[in-house]
């Protein structure tokens, strides 16, 4: 892209042309005028003309793709950036490759006082088993190591992080020998966080914006809360994010005292607040046990306890969230949001939009009340991509069967629930146009949804999830948070129910896309602008 530029200021007026800009406004737009941080104009090359004299810059797009920034509707900040920044282990491919990369982090950090990783998946590694404490502790000279599952929802520690922890071996989810989950890792977790001195965690959190800004992320839904972070990481992460540019947080605190979440400044005492666990982790909450193990997880709320959170949300003016995985959690949470509306009015339920969180082993009966209610359905369609199929961690833990009827986007769609995309980064990596992807080529076809519906869930989705249904498009009046894009030819996906085809012809009157079919280059963020105040600009942006 190349600029004619005036002095920059923070009501600058600035014409974008020469490109493809995505809005409803006008599918055939190539120009676009942001004023006072908000979308001003979109419309044709010609009418562009009109505006050239009279603008504070010029951005030539060069045949760019304009569209708005992604909403990454589910994210633990500050995880992301010890993931990006320190050890990452999702990449190996054996427990021996695990431990030397364990080995070298370690033996590069001779002074810290907290050795802080994630990534690790048994499921993955011939071994079938997680690095036991005993090597850690070799590993590490002995030091204290924290190291989550890529699910988070159990870790592997040394023993000294253990010592730094009273009583953890009374506590639930601690066996001897095996990962810690439940309130022994909770613990082992706040211990781990709390050794991390003040600039280590705002670096983590700085990296994690900054990467997100370079993927055209406009905005993160930080999914914070006692059994996760902290009270000071939450608000470290608000106050960080109001005082540099980068993308906007908005902040969930994951904690049943509904005041507490709102004097953090959270929007909603939800996000992860816990109704169950993960599958990967044998802890997602099951009508059925699991197909390799003997139990059905483990159930952290019932339904009184969520109708409690909801009537105390909906009184308060906050969204009440819950995450919720396996069958019988989900089952709780409806029956409980069920007795709510019963309690206070359907109408008032619905109007607060409530989330559940990943909502992953949805049955026909949930889907409905998901619909009834008015639920969010914050979603990770990467978690299909990695876990999915007929060989993946889903059939491994639930059988084929079973497995196939996770995470039904068309289903969602269809009774017309709200979804809203995100990662649970770093559980999956920030990938906006991946997760477009893999919901459009979902493992289990009759769960596809468009490529256009999927990028709506992205976009507008998130915004919609805050109670924003003014924001997420490119229209007159909603915010200038936008991202400009190298890619190949637009396309719009014709529907068919079975397999994804693509249309290049203009004649549709509808916004064309990058084409995603796996094995095609996904587009390439050269700008990401939020407000209309540029957050990331890359060598060519």
Not at 35 to 58: L, N, R
Not at 353 to 360: D, M, N, S, T
Not at 461 to 487: E, I
């Amino acid at each position: 892209m190349t600029e004619r530029t005036a002095p920059q200021s923070e009501t600058r007026t600035v014409l974008l042309r020469g490109g493809e800009v995505h809005s409803p406004a006008d599918p055939f737009a190539t120009a676009m005028v942001v004023e006072k941080g908000h979308v001003a104009w979109v419309g044709s090359e010609g009418a562009a003309d009109a505006f050239a004299s009279g603008v504070d810059e010029v951005v030539d797009l060069e045949g760019a793709l304009v569209t708005p920034a992604f909403t990454d509707a589910h994210v633990h900040t500050t995880a992301t950036g010890l993931a990006l920044t320190g050890l990452d282990l999702s990449g190996a491919a054996t427990l021996d490759e695990a431990a030397a990369l364990v080995r070298a982090y370690a033996d590069a950090r001779p002074g810290d006082r907290i050795l802080v990783g994630h990534g690790w998946d048994a499921a993955r590694w011939p071994e079938a088993r997680p690095p036991r404490r005993e090597e850690l502790d070799a590993l590490t000279g002995g030091r204290p190591l924290y190291l989550t599952r890529i699910d988070v929802h159990s870790a592997v520690v040394t023993t000294a992080l253990l010592d730094l922890v009273p009583g953890i071996r009374d506590l639930a989810g601690f066996r001897d020998g095996e990962p810690l989950t439940g309130d022994a890792h909770h613990a082992v977790r706040a211990a781990a966080y709390a050794a991390l001195n003040p600039g280590q965690r705002t670096e983590a959190q700085r990296a994690a914006l900054r990467h997100a800004a370079s993927l055209g992320i406009g905005t993160v839904h930080e999914c914070g809360g006692p059994d996760i972070s902290s009270e000071d990481d939450f608000t470290g992460l608000l106050r960080l994010a109001r005082a540099e540019p980068g993308p906007r947080v908005v902040g969930y605190w994951a904690d049943r005292d509904v005041d507490r979440a709102r004097a953090l400044g959270a929007v909603g005492a939800a996000g992860d607040l816990f109704a169950d666990g993960s599958l990967g982790s044998h802890t997602a909450c099951l009508h059925e046990p699991y197909a390799d193990a003997g139990h059905t997880g483990t159930a952290h709320l019932d339904a009184a306890a969520v109708a409690s959170h909801v009537v105390a949300c909906t009184e308060a003016g906050l969204q009440a969230g819950f995450h919720a995985i396996g069958d019988a959690a989900l089952t709780a949470v409806v029956d409980g949001v069920r007795a709510a509306a019963d309690k206070l009015g359907l109408a008032r339920v619905r109007a607060a939009r409530h989330r559940v969180e990943h909502a992953e082993m949805l049955t026909p009966e949930t889907i409905a009340a998901f619909a009834e209610f008015g639920l969010t359905a914050s979603v990770q369609p990467a978690f299909d991509a990695a876990w999915g199929g007929e060989s993946g961690m889903y059939a491994q833990r639930l059988g084929a069967e079973r497995a196939r009827t996770l995470n039904p986007y068309a289903a969602l769609l269809r009774a017309g629930v709200p979804l809203a995309f995100g990662s649970d980064s770093p559980v999956t990596p920030l990938d906006p146009w991946g997760t477009v992807r893999a919901a459009a080529f979902h493992r289990t076809p009759e769960h596809r949804i468009s490529a256009r519906a999927a990028f709506t869930a992205h976009t507008r989705g998130g915004w919609r999830a805050v109670g924003r249904d003014d924001a997420g498009v490119l229209v007159p009046g909603a915010p200038a948070d936008y991202a400009v894009w190298r890619t190949g030819e637009l396309v719009v996906q014709a529907p068919d129910d079975r397999v994804a085809r693509w249309s290049t012809d203009p004649r549709s009157g509808t916004p064309g896309l990058p084409d995603l079919t796996p094995g095609n280059d996904l587009p390439v963020c050269l700008r990401t602008v939020v407000g209309g105040r540029t957050v990331f600009a890359g060598p060519n942006g």
